[in-house]
Nanobody
Framework: QVQVVESGGGLVQTGGSLKLSCTASGHTDDLFAMHWFRQAPGKEREKVATINWSGDWSGGWTHYADSVKGRFTITRDNAKTTVHLKMNSLKPEDTAVYYC????????????????WGQGIQVTVSS
C-alpha cells in the first residue's frame, strides 16, 4: 500500500508563487509516475502536471497541461519519493484543490496501473 500526502498550499495574490509538495510512503519501490491534478468548484478534475520515471529515479519525462505550461514546474527529489510543483505567475483561475496521485506498476502489462491519491490541498489565488 502507498500513502500520499500533499503540503504547501495556501493563499497567494495574483502573480505570486507557491510550491506544493507530495510525498509517497509505504511500498514505493514499484512507483513509476506521479501527477498533480486540480479541481475547481463546479468543474471536473483536470491533470496539471506529470513526472514519469518508469521506475528509474535518475531519469524520466514531464508533461504539463496547456493552461499551466511555462508557469508550473514539476520536479522530484532523488533521495525521496517526493515531487514538487512550483507554481509561478499564479492567476485567479488557478484556484482549486490540488491533488497528488502516485502510479504503481500493475501485476501485468494488460492491467492499468495502481493509483494512490492524496487528500488534496487548497490553493487560492486572490485577484
Amino acid at each position: 500500500q502507498v500513502q500520499v500526502v500533499e503540503s504547501g498550499g495556501g493563499l497567494v495574490q495574483t502573480g505570486g508563487s507557491l510550491k506544493l509538495s507530495c510525498t509517497a510512503s509505504g511500498h514505493t519501490d514499484d512507483l513509476f509516475a506521479m501527477h498533480w491534478f486540480r479541481q475547481a468548484p463546479g468543474k471536473e478534475r483536470e491533470k496539471v502536471a506529470t513526472i514519469n520515471w518508469s521506475g528509474d529515479w535518475s531519469g524520466g519525462w514531464t508533461h504539463y497541461a496547456d493552461s499551466v505550461k511555462g508557469r508550473f514546474t514539476i520536479t522530484r527529489d532523488n533521495a525521496k519519493t517526493t515531487v514538487h510543483l512550483k507554481m509561478n505567475s499564479l492567476k485567479p483561475e488557478d484556484t482549486a484543490v490540488y491533488y497528488c496521485r502516485a502510479d504503481e506498476f500493475p501485476p501485468n502489462v494488460e492491467s492499468p496501473p495502481y493509483t494512490f491519491w492524496g487528500q488534496g490541498i487548497q490553493v487560492t489565488v486572490s485577484s
